[in-house]
C-alpha cells in the first residue's frame, strides 16, 4: 500500500449532518457503553478546510471494553484498525484504505485524551485567529506532504499541542 494523499477541502456544512447520522448509528451500535460521543477534528470546526474525513470521539468507561465492540461496529462499516501508537485510544476507519468517510476514536471518558481532544476543539471555535493560524498551517503542511499524510499528521502535532496548553490556561481560569 502506498502513501496516503494529503487533499484538503473547504468547509462543507454537510459535516454536520454527516456527523449526526454517523452519531445515531453508533449510538444505536454500542447502546450505553458509549457514555458520550463528540464530532472532533477540523470538520467540527465551522469555515475550517479539512479533509473530508468525519472524526468521532467515543468516550466509553475502559478502553478493555472495546474488544467487545468491534462487532457491533463492524455491522455498521466501522473496522478496527489497530495502531500501536495509540496508548490511550482504539482507533476504527469507515470506508476504503486511503479514501475513509469517518474516523472513529475510542477512549476513556473523562480522560487526558479526551479532554485534550475537546480542548482542542473547543479552543478552535472560540477563538478564530488561532483557527486562521491552523488553516494556513493545514495548507502549507498539505502542499508540502501532499503525497504523505503521516508526516503531515506528525508536522501538525508541535501547533495542537501549543493549543491544547493554552487552551489548559484558560480553562483552569474559569
Known amino acids: 500500500m502506498g502513501e496516503i494523499r494529503v487533499q484538503l477541502s473547504e468547509y462543507n456544512s454537510n459535516w454536520e449532518q454527516q456527523y449526526a447520522d454517523e452519531q445515531n448509528r453508533i449510538k444505536e451500535a454500542l447502546g450505553d ?98 483557527a486562521t493560524e491552523y488553516a494556513m498551517l493545514k495548507k502549507q503542511l498539505a502542499t508540502k506532504y501532499s503525497h504523505d499524510r503521516s508526516t503531515y499528521t506528525k508536522e501538525k502535532e508541535p501547533f495542537i499541542h501549543l493549543i491544547i496548553s493554552k487552551a489548559k490556561t484558560v480553562w483552569l481560569k474559569e
Not at 470546526?45 to 475502559?62: C, N, R
Not at 465492540?69 to 484498525?81: C, G, M, N, R, T
Not at 480542548?119 to 477563538?127: A, E, N, S, V
Request: glycine share 6%; net charge negative.
Open 33 to 130: 457503553k458509549a457514555i458520550r460521543i463528540e464530532h472532533i477534528g477540523s470538520t467540527s470546526i465551522k469555515g475550517l478546510e479539512a479533509k473530508p474525513i468525519i472524526d468521532i470521539l467515543v468516550g466509553v468507561p475502559s478502553l478493555e471494553e472495546v474488544v467487545s465492540f468491534i462487532d457491533a461496529l463492524s455491522k455498521i462499516d466501522y473496522e478496527y484498525v489497530p495502531k500501536l501508537e495509540f496508548n490511550d485510544r482504539k482507533f476504527f476507519r469507515k470506508g476504503l484504505w486511503g479514501q475513509g468517510t469517518s474516523h472513529l476514536h475510542i477512549c476513556e471518558y473523562n480522560s487526558n485524551e479526551w479532554i485534550e481532544k475537546l480542548l482542542f476543539r473547543d479552543y478552535l471555535r472560540t477563538h478564530p485567529e488561532a
